[in-house]
């Protein structure tokens, strides 16, 4: 399974991006997805996951009310819709495909994205 994360760039605080991520190589269709973020010298953190049939997700509660996972199935796609940004948001988000039973654990996630560098100025 190869991950593709996209849409990161810069927005000023308070605006809004849509990063995506797209599999290839398998359909992970019955996998769960996440999304994680990591700062220089930081240990990589949960940010948002959704479950196989998108009907279930999880926030970290930093991001609650702002931040939207969702996903397309049938494009083995994932998205987080990010409003309402904060210099704190600032950093390299990971998508990540798992089923592990974690949900919030790095180790649940077995297959990883390249990262998308999301940078917010204040």
């Known amino acids: 399974v190869q991950l593709q994360a996209s849409g990161g760039g810069l927005v000023q605080a308070g605006g809004s991006l849509r990063l995506s991520c797209a599999a290839s190589?398998?359909?992970?269709?019955?996998?769960?997805m996440a999304w994680f973020r990591q700062g220089p010298g930081n240990e990589r953190e949960f940010v948002a996951a959704i479950n196989w049939s998108g009907t279930t997700t999880w926030y970290t509660d930093s991001v609650k009310g702002r931040f939207t996972i969702s996903r397309e199935t049938a494009k083995d796609t994932v998205f987080l819709q990010m409003n309402n940004l904060k210099p704190e948001d600032m950093t390299v988000y990971y998508c990540?495909?798992?089923?592990?039973?974690?949900?919030?654990?790095?180790?649940?996630?077995?297959?990883w994205g390249q990262g998308t560098q999301v940078t917010v100025s204040s």
């Open positions: 990540a495909a798992g089923y592990g039973t974690e949900i919030k654990r790095r180790n649940s996630y077995q297959y």
């Open positions: 190589g398998r359909s992970v269709s019955d996998w769960r």
